[in-house]
């Protein structure tokens, strides 16, 4: 397990992910292609998050979850009550965390998709949460709506918002994830200087922010060797929501700062400089991806053999491709995808799907899953 400082280690925490570190491993086929098209010396990395759990299909949300779910178990609820976008990974995890905590979900989906909807209402994890039991909302319901329908009858409902980041604790799963890297990086004799993530709602960039802040200091102050002290790393988030300019970085902030302060750092450590937001990757949409986004999930699953999302981390690492290309990674060696791992067949039929690869998956999770058998 992970070696945590105070106050960090003492936060409650529902143990969801798996005894011990998510994997961290050298990219050694896609790097060779990268030092083809760099001109600089990189190296990639990847932190698998699809290996962090076996709670809900896994990916990033479930490190969140475990410092969000002690809150509502506390509060003595019976309900959890959350929102996302129709095919949300964060709604799918939600529903997956509370079955195991023996409680029961509603979600309250947001933004129905405006091509294909029937195909959205039966697959990817629309089907996954039908499985788990998760009880919908009509279209149009607020998440106070619907909390308070179930207070009216008597259950006691806990709200979550989308992607947790919102909440209280919900920058602090990755707080403790940057421990995780800094300890890794120890092992392995490496240092990353630059970690790249996908952004949507703030909270794993804004906990990663905070945790670096702590666990760089402390090993900066702890080490005799003068290049430890000096050497900075650089955190990236790769916009995919493509919201006005400056609201994502102010949300962002707001979770870095507030997370620092629960883990013993002092007011303004987090700086507004400190937020890097690249919004050239998001393809003007959130359901959209563009062919970089595509070449790169094509690159990475046929010289390594991992399937990405085209969502997250295949922007991620389309964004990095595209930067060691410009020469923007100059001065660092090691760039490491924070990636996320997302359910891939949630994307089965978003429209651009065929031109990639997902529909396949698409096809064969249905025939599989057959939807009068399991709705």
């Avoid at 039991?133 to 009509?138: D, L, N, P, S």
């Avoid at 507004?272 to 919004?279: I, K, N, S």
């Avoid at 959209?288 to 969502?311: H, K, M």
């Amino acid at each position: 397990m992970v070696h945590l400082p105070e106050p960090l280690a003492s936060f409650e925490r529902v143990p969801l992910l798996f005894d011990h570190p998510s994997p961290l491993h050298l990219l050694p086929r896609l790097s060779k292609h990268v030092e083809k098209i760099s001109p600089a010396p990189v190296q990639v990395w990847i932190k698998r998050e699809d290996c962090s759990s076996g709670i809900g299909l896994g990916g990033n949300k479930v490190r969140k979850l475990e410092y969000v779910f002690p809150s509502a178990l506390n509060d003595g609820c019976n309900t959890i009550v959350t929102t996302g976008g129709v095919q949300s990974n964060h709604m799918r995890q939600v529903v997956a965390v509370a079955n195991r905590l023996g409680l029961k979900t509603v979600l309250v989906p947001q933004n129905p998709p405006k091509s294909n909807p029937e195909a959205y209402d039966v697959s990817g994890n629309v089907q996954v949460n039908k499985i788990l039991g998760a009880e919908y909302t009509k279209p149009g319901i607020t998440l106070e709506d619907a909390a308070a329908s179930l207070r009216s009858n008597g259950q006691k409902p806990y709200i979550i918002s989308s992607g947790a980041s919102s909440h209280l604790y919900g920058g602090l799963g990755f707080a403790r994830w940057a421990f995780e890297v800094v300890e890794q990086e120890q092992n392995l004799g490496v240092f990353f200087d630059f970690v790249v993530v996908p952004v949507a709602s703030g909270g794993t960039l804004g906990g990663m922010l905070a945790g670096f802040k702590l666990a760089d200091r402390l090993q900066s102050s702890s080490s005799n060797d003068p290049a430890k002290k000096t050497r900075e790393r650089k955190v990236i988030g790769i916009d995919t929501y493509n919201k006005p300019a400056g609201v994502l970085e102010a949300s962002i902030l707001e979770i870095a700062q507030r997370t620092a302060r629960l883990i013993g750092l002092a007011d303004g450590v987090v700086k507004p400089e400190d937020v890097v937001l690249d919004t050239r990757y998001n393809a003007g949409t959130h359901s959209g991806w563009s062919q970089s986004t595509a070449e790169a999930v094509r690159l990475l699953g046929r010289t390594e053999g991992i399937v990405a999302d085209p969502i997250y981390s295949g922007r991620a690492l389309g964004a990095i491709l595209d930067k060691a290309k410009l020469g923007e990674f100059a001065g660092g060696e090691n760039v490491l995808l924070g990636n996320k791992m997302v359910n891939l067949i949630a994307y089965g039929d978003s429209g651009q799907s065929s031109e990639l690869f997902a529909r396949p998956i698409f096809m064969l999770w249905n025939s599989f899953c057959d939807k009068r058998l399991l709705i």
